[in-house]
């Protein structure tokens, strides 16, 4: 079975500048999370989806960040004007169905803002 | 609110067992812990849903406390293979809003 699948791996912008991330999930999950790790620190949640719906963005900071899960599979994750305290690994997990079920992470994108 | 683990780093010889604990002021529904190592993203390892149960696989369990809402990780006869950090994650519900709360982690180093 295929696992959480992103990219682009890594990415280096200057401050200001757009960037997004590309999330793929297990096949079947019907949540997919969002994630930002900042080094030396564990995930932190920015959104939730089920399906294709928002049920969390409490902790995304919408004047920037901004994300879409079309026909309740694929997800991108953008953010724009980044700034330098974006710097961070964005993670994508999947889940069958919320907290009961485990959540698996796809491999991340290192983000570097300069 | 975020979970607290403890110890925040733990050495041990290969063989050794370890015992890592998360701690919540609020109620749970479940308790996921990971493993992370470095440049790589979170591992699965287990979930607790509440009930109290206690789950393992190999070498590795843990338990749920759901009236304290503490839960602890067992490593025992460690291997070298189990260095990383250790987080646990903490969902408040089942259902709707759900993602997970993780802990600031617990650094595990296995020697020789």
């Known amino acids: 079975e295929a696992g959480v699948a992103q990219s682009p791996r890594y990415k280096i912008i200057e401050k200001r500048q757009s960037v997004a991330f590309w999330c793929n999930p297990i096949?079947?999950?019907?949540?997919l999370y969002w994630y930002q790790q900042i080094l030396g620190q564990g995930p932190k949640l920015l959104i939730q989806?089920?399906?294709?719906?928002?049920?969390?963005d409490s902790q995304l900071p919408k004047d920037r960040f901004s994300a879409e899960r079309l026909k309740g599979v694929d997800s991108t994750l953008k953010i724009q004007p980044a700034k330098l305290e974006d710097s961070a690994v964005y993670l994508c997990?999947?889940?069958?169905?919320?907290?009961?079920?485990?959540?698996?992470f796809g491999p991340g994108t290192r983000l570097t803002v300069t | 609110q975020q979970p607290v683990q403890s110890p925040q780093a733990v050495i041990l010889r290969e063989g050794e067992d370890a015992v890592i604990n998360c701690s919540s002021s609020?109620?749970?529904?479940?308790v996921h812990w990971y493993r992370q190592k470095h440049g790589e993203a979170p591992v699965f390892l287990m979930i607790?849903?509440?009930?109290?149960e206690q789950k393992g696989h190999e070498k590795i369990s843990a338990s749920f406390n759901e009236k304290k809402q503490q839960s602890s990780l067992y490593l025992t006869a460690s291997q070298l293979s189990y260095s990383g950090t250790y987080f646990c994650?903490?969902?408040?519900?089942?259902?709707?809003?759900?993602?997970?709360?993780f802990g600031k982690g617990t650094h595990l180093i296995i020697q020789p």
């Open positions: 997990a999947s889940s069958l169905w919320g907290s009961s079920y485990e959540q698996y």
């Open positions: 096949s079947g999950h019907a949540t």
């Open positions: 989806f089920q399906n294709n719906g928002v049920v969390d």
């Open positions: 609020k109620a749970l529904y479940s």
């Open positions: 607790l849903l509440k009930g109290g």
């Open positions: 994650g903490t969902a408040r519900s089942g259902g709707g809003a759900d993602g997970l709360t």
